[in-house]
């Protein structure tokens, strides 16, 4: 409430509410010209920036379980727009897991993640590594086609995949700024479960 009492006071001294009549008054030489315009125009703007604000601060007083419910809705809206990660960060971390895997000997290796990350390796070599930016999280898929390539197929937009076969084609989902497919192909990508299998313990 002390707010809403600072806002009504704030505009009050650009508009009189009650008369809707200007606190200031131009010299009798300005009335009708362009000053006298603008001096209106922004008293007009300043009410309405004065009414919604009152609408506003009304229906929150109202209805707080309604008012917080999305205020809080909307803060996490904005909180995941802002961490949604983009294409150079996939790349980046996609970088990162290679150069993990060169400091771990081949025979240690985690056949799995060494396949999973020499097909995505593939994939960029070929361009057709694709980001779907869906404001609050993103996807990154696998085209069929590289953007260079001018052949009929990759241009008919009859051919090309749908938007609704892209979760088909994901290798990845975006979120508050995490990569979690590939955080997943790097649990324990230097465990490599082949290597034991012929161990027999001692009896």
């Not at 809403?4 to 001294?13: A, F, H, P, Q």
């Not at 975006?174 to 990569?179: A, D, K």
Request: aromatic share 14%; charged share 25%; hydrophobic share 35%.
């Amino acid at each position: 409430m002390s707010n809403l009492r600072l806002l009504k006071k704030l505009y009050s001294t650009v508009v009189n509410t009650n008369q809707n009549l200007s606190r200031f008054t131009l010299p009798e030489r300005l009335r009708g010209t362009f000053v006298e315009r603008w001096k209106q125009y922004w008293e007009s703007v300043a009410k309405d920036y004065y009414e919604s604000t009152m609408g506003i601060g009304t229906y929150v007083k109202e209805n707080p379980i309604k008012s917080s419910l999305a205020t809080v809705i909307t803060g996490c809206a904005y909180y995941c727009a802002s961490t949604n990660p983009d294409e150079y960060s996939y790349r980046s971390e996609f970088i990162d897991c290679t150069n993990s895997m060169l400091y771990v000997p081949p025979t240690v290796r985690n056949p799995s993640t060494v396949k999973q990350l020499e097909y995505l390796e593939k994939c960029y070599n070929m361009g057709i590594v694709k980001r779907l930016n869906l404001m609050l999280f993103s996807v990154m898929w696998i085209d069929e086609f590289n953007d260079d390539i001018q052949a009929y197929k990759a241009n008919c937009k009859y051919l090309k995949p749908s938007i609704f076969s892209v979760h088909k084609r994901a290798i990845d989902i975006g979120f508050l700024n995490t990569w979690w497919n590939l955080e997943k192909i790097m649990v324990d990508y230097d465990v490599n479960p082949e290597e034991w299998k012929d161990y027999i313990e001692p009896e």
